[in-house]
Structures are given as structure tokens and as C-alpha cells.
């Protein structure tokens, strides 16, 4: 699933990309024997339990698209291709000044020229998390290790080398007004005065 750039996995939550929305569009109109509306109906609700952690994706994945691998297979070949091509981003190749789009590969989502394989200008894709940067202020971006594992960093790196391997968090201190992070399921703990606050607490105090 994720190789194919339906879903992406983000930190241990699974989001079904666009591309995802659109075979599941494609699969309810192609294929309404084996996914019927019953399927599409538990499939969501499992991805919402899904998205707001209550459930393991691997889980999900395996229960329910596991007995129709083969049909998925067969629904790609015959499903007719879709004009849509990849998503732009609005700004050009700074190589070539063809717009630049959003596509999947091995390691999800990345950003390259439409006029790929003529031109192969490529960026990583940075996911902006709505929190700015405590050293300078930039915007927060998810990025990936070679590895593979997500980390935070700000966008104006390398000018500015802040990174967190946890995930910042909007919500001031509510001691220090300093950067708080997720320490685990269930803590924040502030970067500058180290203090933990429950989760629950600071999320809580924002929509009041
Ligand atoms: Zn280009
Ligand atoms: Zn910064
Ligand atoms: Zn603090």
C-alpha cells in the first residue's frame, strides 16, 4: 500500500493520500461487487480510528484489503489510466522553470520537475507542522533520516540547525512559553525549562 503511493505513513498514523481518495473513487465505481458500500463505509470509519490513534494501520490493512489483493491487482489493469497527472505545487523548476509536482516513490512523497525524465531536479517534500522554530522562527518541517526515520527540523536548515526527533507542538509552554514536544503518548515536555505537562492538559487549555 504504502509502495504504491496510496497512503502514506505519518509517524504511526496512516493518511490516505490523494491518490488513494481516487482509486478508492475508482474501485466503488469499477468493482461495486467487492466494494461495496458496506466495505467503503467500514473501511473510512477503520482509517478515522486509524488517524486518531485507536487503532494499529497495519491492522486495518491486513484485515481488509489483504482478501482483495488480487482483485486491486486486476482493478489497476483494467481501471482506464486517469487523466489527472500529479499534483503541482505552484512553483517552478528552479533548473528548468517547468512546474514542479508532487509524486511517490519507495520513500513517499517527494517533490520533482514535470518534465521528469528530461529534466530530473528533485527535493525532498517538507511537511510543515504549524509550528515555527525556536532558534529563528522558520517553519517546522518533517523531513526523513536515509533511513527512513522522521525527524523535525526547521525549514530554514542548514542556516539553522534545530532538529527534534519529537514531534514540536503549537502550544506554548505554559511556563516558559518555550517549545514544548511530544516526550509520549501522553507528555509534552518543554525544550527550554524541561518540564512535562499532560498532553491532555495543553490541548485542552487551546480550545477554551
Ligand atoms: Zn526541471
Ligand atoms: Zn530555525
Ligand atoms: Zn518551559
Known amino acids: 500500500m504504502q509502495a504504491r503511493g496510496y497512503v502514506e505513513r505519518v509517524d504511526k498514523r496512516l493518511v490516505p493520500t490523494e491518490t ?10 469499477h468493482f461495486a461487487d467487492i466494494v461495496d458500500f458496506g466495505f467503503t463505509a467500514r473501511m473510512e470509519s477503520n482509517l478515522d480510528e486509524v488517524a486518531s490513534g485507536n487503532r494499529e494501520w497495519v491492522d486495518v490493512i ?4 489483504g482478501p482483495f489483493a488480487e ?7 483494467e481501471m482506464p489510466q486517469t487523466k489527472r497527472g500529479p499534483e503541482p505545487i505552484g512553483r517552478a523548476c528552479p533548473k528548468c522553470g517547468h512546474d514542479l509536482v508532487i509524486r ?3 520513500y513517499g512523497k517527494f517533490i520533482s520537475c514535470s518534465d521528469f525524465p528530461t529534466c530530473r531536479h528533485t527535493e525532498p517534500w517538507l511537511e510543515k507542522i504549524g509550528v515555527t522554530c525556536p532558534k529563528d522562527g522558520g517553519e517546522i518541517v518533517m523531513r526523513k533520516t536515509r533511513k527512513g526515520r522522521t525527524f523535525y527540523g526547521c525549514a530554514h536548515y542548514p542556516e539553522c540547525d534545530f532538529t527534534s526527533w519529537k514531534r514540536p507542538l503549537p502550544e506554548p509552554c505554559p511556563k516558559c512559553k518555550g517549545l514544548l514536544v511530544v516526550s509520549n503518548k501522553r507528555e509534552a515536555q518543554c525544550i527550554a525549562c524541561e518540564e512535562s ?3 491532555d492538559e495543553i490541548q485542552a487549555e487551546t480550545v477554551e
Not at 62 to 65: D, P, V
Not at 71 to 77: F, I, Y
Open 197 to 199: 505537562f499532560l498532553l
Open 62 to 65: 491486513r484485515k481488509f484489503y
Open 104 to 106: 511517490y516513490g519507495r
Open 20 to 29: 488513494g481518495e481516487l482509486v478508492n473513487d475508482l474501485l466503488v465505481k
Open 71 to 77: 482483485d486491486l491487482e486486476r482493478a489497476q489493469k
